[in-house]
């Protein structure tokens, strides 16, 4: 076969597979929002996030390079609402911080990044250069 002959060969293989539903993993894997339910603990850092079954977040210890936009009157422990969000390039538990009146605040929506099953992540600098771990607390 020359070069020319391999290229559609390959295309219609991969589109037979793609048809016949054994496509190729990329290595992203989707989860459910049950999967996220429970608390999860970082090393060290006291950083503490609960997920309840109701899609509602409580979390202590949350990095203040996050908080910071919120100004000096954060609480040490904020809540809120949370859900999973897969559409994105990098999955998330995305967390929407309610102030006492059940209204979104001014901090707004706070990024958990999907590591795996059991590892969840804050990125502080955006950049991605340090990560706060946190960890399914079995």
Known sequence: MNQRQVFPAV??????LMLSGCGFDLG??????????????????GTVVALGEDR???AVGVPDELLDGAGSDVPAEIEGTWKYNSKSSADHVE?????????P??????????????????????V????IMVSRDR
Not at 105 to 126: C, M, N, T, W
Request: glycine share 14%; aromatic share 12%.
């Open 56 to 58: 509602t977040f409580t």
């Open 11 to 16: 295309g219609a293989l991969v589109g037979v």
């Open 128 to 131: 991605g250069r340090e990560k």
């Open 28 to 45: 992203k894997v989707d989860y459910t929002e049950p999967e996220f339910v429970g608390f999860w603990v970082g090393d060290g850092a």
């Open 95 to 103: 967390l929407t911080v309610t102030d006492a009146d059940g209204m």
């Open 105 to 126: 605040a001014e901090l707004g929506e706070l990024p958990l990044y999907v590591a795996d099953g059991d590892d969840l992540f804050f990125l502080p600098d955006q």
